[in-house]
């Protein structure tokens, strides 16, 4: 499931890393305790709009331009989502045989054969 405030917790981070400012410089700035600010950043807390004017204005960001890089990371979420449901789901691999001895050559038995197998039942086919 795509989580918005995750997304936008995502690019208000890159935002403030591209200008290499700390936690504490925006959330003094934007008048918004630190600890909350990091909860926003990590995905934790939705952030009202009051706060994210707020926090463009500290980043020295408009809105629009925030709110359009969420949404071309939306976009691009919701492609890898139905990408990844539309996959054929891999059908789970029944294990073989553990080990097989034949003791024949060209044909000619020379002994036994042994085949050891999962407690499933094994068809075995003469050629």
């Known amino acids: ?3 918005l405030r995750r997304l936008l917790g ?14 504490r410089e925006v959330s003094s700035s934007a008048r918004v305790s630190l600890g909350y600010l990091s909860e926003v950043e990590r995905g934790q807390k939705e ?14 960001v408009r809105m629009s331009e925030l709110m359009r890089e969420v949404s ?21 691999v029944r294990p073989m ?7 024949s050559v060209a ?12 407690a499933e039942a094994v068809d075995v086919v003469a050629a």
Do not use: F
């Not at 208000?12 to 936690?23: A, F, K, N, P, S």
């Not at 492609?79 to 789970?92: D, F, M, Q, W, Y």
């Open 97 to 103: 045989l553990n080990s097989v001895s034949v003791t």
């Open 47 to 60: 952030a009202s709009s009051e706060l994210l004017s707020a926090i463009c204005d500290a980043l020295d």
């Open 10 to 23: 995502d690019v208000l981070r890159r935002q403030r890393q591209r200008q290499g400012r700390t936690l």
């Open 107 to 118: 044909g000619v038995p020379t002994g036994r054969v042994t085949i050891k197998a999962p």
């Open 1 to 3: 499931m795509i989580l």
């Open 72 to 92: 071309d990371e939306l976009s691009l979420a919701e492609l890898a989502e139905s990408a990844a449901a539309s996959e054929p789901v891999p059908t789970p």
